[in-house]
């Protein structure tokens, strides 16, 4: 089993602003297609696999995680109203897909994305991003990793 990403992105800004980034993002299959912001070749076989050396070599090599977004739940990935704006909680495999969202954070200049997210046990942290620059970042191991650092 690969590791899973756990995100929760906001999306703050006017709620005009917002509709046009959820609509750009929003395919038939997904409320969140990466696909929209950074399009993925095609691959041989017609149906990329994670197994596809040429399509993990793409994907990982300019910051995308190995698969799209995926439901943390069985249902499909939904984007919920908040103050301000929206957001979407999703799983990525390995990592959080910054790569993407500071892409999405350039279409979108007068958005803020905050995005929070964990590694399974590994750790969690959060990225806020506007006009494809970070505006702030936090990262923090996993307890155990907390615990070995207070206890030196």
């Known amino acids: 089993m690969s590791k899973l990403c756990a995100n929760r992105l906001q999306i703050i800004g006017r709620q005009a602003e917002i509709d046009k980034c959820l609509n750009f993002v929003k395919t038939n299959e997904s409320a969140l297609d990466f696909n929209t ?52 909680c999703f799983e990525t495999a390995w990592a959080p897909p910054v790569a993407v969202l500071i892409q999405l954070s350039k279409k979108f200049r007068k958005l803020e994305f905050r995005l929070y997210y964990e590694i399974n046990a590994d750790g969690d942290g959060s990225v806020w991003l506007k006009d494809g620059k970070a505006l702030a970042s936090t990262w923090c191991g996993s307890p155990l990793e907390r615990l070995s650092e207070a206890a030196s």
């Open 37 to 88: 912001v950074i399009p993925s070749p095609a691959f041989k076989p017609v149906v990329p696999r994670p197994e596809n050396l040429a399509y993990l070599r793409w994907h990982c090599g300019r910051g995308r995680t190995k698969s799209n977004a995926l439901s943390s739940s069985d249902d499909t990935i939904v984007t919920e109203r908040i103050p301000h704006g929206a957001e979407i």
